[in-house]
């Protein structure tokens, strides 16, 4: 998990690319890398055409460094240049991508299933009728093992490409809610949205993990 | 005559997030707060969250394609030399 950087300490990394610290810029590619190539490739229609979008937002970034005031972080100042030349892209590839195919189009949702609840005009309506499997008392080396890390990773990339996204920015790298908003072009409330279905979906798919290896 | 501000737990589970993240208002916070006090099955869910967000972050970030990463630092090299 990388530490949200703050502005003036990425004025100071400006400063470094510009002096041509390359390890200060593979460090950076290496950091945005992987997520700037699924961004990109939400919008174009192949991994060979993100790759080229990537390496031209890239291209894109250094020139127009000298333009980075610090007002947002760099981090999402570079992301809205990689979803502009991809969107770019896309139009040229006369490609339309629908919201709701990047971001699932179950939003309007619960996101529990209804039926651990009671029914509607029934006296327990809206409470819970099955709970859950409390997984809470898992023992840590189990909680952390690399299985489950395997189980969040798969669940995540089950998920409709905004949702991981979004989940992947906040929960894996740590960055705030309003650099996801600014970076990849979302609302303040569709963000929250995503983050929740994806988030709910992930402690599903522990749940069920979790309570296989228990016998439950 | 008090107002009826209770909030059932199929509601408080839609809104576990944003209670997280700190992005609730004041009333709805303090329904899912109340309801919270008095609800096993919430909390359980509300701490079952906050794991998964936790563990979440024990991911690691996938490496960068060795060929694109040459060729990115090719463009920084052209960069630096005024390219």
Same mark, same amino acid.
């Given at each position: 998990m990388s530490d949200p950087r703050k502005p003036p300490d990425d004025l100071a990394l400006v400063e470094r690319l510009r002096a041509g610290d390359e390890t200060a810029f593979m460090v950076l590619v290496d950091e945005l890398g992987p997520s700037m190539h699924r961004v990109a490739r939400m919008y174009v229609s192949s991994d060979t055409v993100a790759a080229e979008v990537v390496q031209d937002a890239w291209v894109g970034i250094l020139k127009g460094l000298?333009? &980075? *005031? #610090?007002?947002?972080s760099l981090r999402t100042w570079i992301f809205r240049i990689l979803v502009n030349t991809a969107k770019t892209r896309g139009q040229r590839e006369s490609r339309t991508v629908p919201f709701s195919s990047l971001a699932g189009?179950? =939003?309007?949702? +619960?996101? &529990?299933? +209804? #039926? !651990?609840f009671g029914a509607p #005009? *029934? +006296?327990? $309506?809206? $409470? /819970? !009728?099955t709970l859950p499997f409390? /997984?809470?008392?898992?023992?840590e080396e189990r909680a952390e093992g690399t299985e489950t890390l395997h189980v969040i990773g798969g669940a995540i990339a089950m998920l409709p490409p905004m949702q991981a996204e979004v989940i992947r920015l906040r929960?894996? =790298? #740590? /960055?705030t809610s309003e650099e996801v908003c600014n970076a990849l072009d979302l609302t303040e409330t569709n963000q929250r949205v995503l983050l929740h279905r994806a988030r709910t979906k992930v402690r599903g798919a522990l749940e069920e993990h979790f309570r296989s290896v228990s016998g439950a | 005559m008090s107002v009826d501000v209770s909030i059932t737990c199929q509601e408080v589970v839609e809104l576990l997030s944003a209670y997280l993240d700190g992005e609730l208002d004041p009333t709805t916070l303090a329904r899912v707060e109340t309801h919270l006090a008095g609800c096993d099955g919430c909390t359980m869910v509300l701490e079952e969250f906050r794991e998964t967000i936790r563990l979440s972050g024990g991911l690691t970030v996938e490496q960068v394609d060795k060929t694109q990463r040459r060729t990115l630092l090719e463009a920084f090299r052209d960069w630096t030399a005024g390219g």
């Open positions: 000298d333009g &980075f *005031e #610090g007002r947002s189009d179950d =939003l309007d949702q +619960p996101t &529990f299933d +209804p #039926g !651990s #005009g *029934e +006296p327990n $309506a809206g $409470a /819970w !009728s409390d /997984w809470r008392g898992m023992p929960d894996v =790298l #740590g /960055w | -």
